[in-house]
């Protein structure tokens, strides 16, 4: 295609559904602000029956099953019907379905790399495996992260040259500090004004490491009992974790609020953030807290180590692990002076990952593609 060309650019971004995720996230991003001139974006998610996060915009919903062959199929039936420039595949089975979709109808395959190539288990070491044997089908490979690429270098053996970094974007003017819902939220949860409010917003799962939060709190709580901690989210490791707050003796400290659709709301009441990630392949949540002006102690894992400086943008516990995190959030609650230097910081910090220059990056690579023979 020459590089003169102005017709509409037609991308099916497909994800394996819109539940709360940083690729979901994404996803709304990309659709709901393109360039309407030149991108026209349909959204196919695999899972279409629960949904927490919605998309304004071309979004398919089909009722087939988990596991129906037929959802795959219906990838070159949307290609041909919509006339797909551009597949944007998302997360293991997107990527999957979109390489293969590649033998049967030409069509370019970006593999949008969020964090699955990172985990364990038998699923992700099988989706390696195949990602190994189908990359080649990619025109281009992105990565939400530097780690995250070095990881497809090493495990997935992609060429450096075919990978584009490209980090996931934060919405600056959804989160951000309004004094008035803090105050009335404090209120309906009858937060008392002594308390300082800790605050974890993600899956409950162990790479999340709530479990280490938990147990700081415990620490916390036998200094003084002015911390409550508020869980946001839900997950596998939601009712293990009710069970260790029990057994520490803490319940009455450590509230679980679920899912929140808006929770930049509810991240109004914390008066610091904490995220205790084992694994983590970028972190949307520290740019989140980093945003509404949350000081942040956080962990330095993969991905967020390129979000996080100690002592600049968070305080980052010297190890992961219950006893450090205590140890951080102990410093914090009692140095207002270093609570605002961090958040101050932090804000602007997170200026260079707003939404318009995510989607200029992406749609970038869009135009790129469509104008350079060397992707067909």
Known sequence: MPASHKMTIRVLHIIGSLKLGGAQVSVKYLTENADCGKIESFVYPLRSRDIDIPIRGNVIKLPYRNYDPRKFLTILRLCKKYHIDIIHAHLEKPILGSLLAGYFRKVRVIVHEHGPVFRKGIKASIYRFLLRLLHHR???????????????????????????????????????????????????????????????????????????????????????????????????????????????????????????????????????????????SFGIVALEYMSMKIPL?????????????????????????????????????????????????????????????????????????????EYD
Do not use: W
């Not at 690429?149 to 997935?156: E, G, M, Q, V």
């Not at 609570?339 to 995510?358: G, T």
């Open 297 to 373: 102690v956080c962990s330095a894992v993969d991905g967020l180590a390129e979000l996080v400086s100690d002592e600049e943008t968070a305080l980052v516990p010297a190890d992961n692990t219950p006893k450090e995190i205590a140890r951080s959030i102990e410093r914090l609650a009692d140095n207002r002076e270093l609570c605002d230097q961090l958040a101050e910081a932090a804000s602007h910090y997170c200026e260079n990952f707003s939404v318009p220059k995510h989607i200029e990056a992406i749609e970038n690579i869009y135009v790129e593609l469509l104008n350079n023979n």
């Open 138 to 280: 990619a025109s281009l490979i992105v990565a939400n992260s530097h780690a995250t690429a070095d990881c497809l270098i090493d495990k997935i053996k992609v060429n450096p040259s075919r990978i584009r970094v490209i980090y996931n974007a934060v919405d600056l003017e959804v989160f951000t500090p309004g004094q008035q819902a803090r105050q009335r939220i404090r209120n309906q949860l009858a937060i008392e004004p002594r308390d300082i409010v800790i605050g974890f917003v993600g899956r409950l799962h162990p790479v999340k490491g709530p479990d280490l939060l938990i147990e700081a709190m415990s620490l916390l709580l036998k200094k003084s009992p002015r911390y409550l901690l508020i869980m946001l989210g839900e997950g596998p490791q939601r009712c293990f974790l009710e069970a260790l707050a029990e057994r520490l003796g803490i319940t009455d400290r450590v509230r679980f609020l679920g899912f929140h659709e808006n929770v930049s709301e509810v991240m109004n009441v914390f008066d610091i953030g904490v995220i205790p990630s084992r694994q983590e």
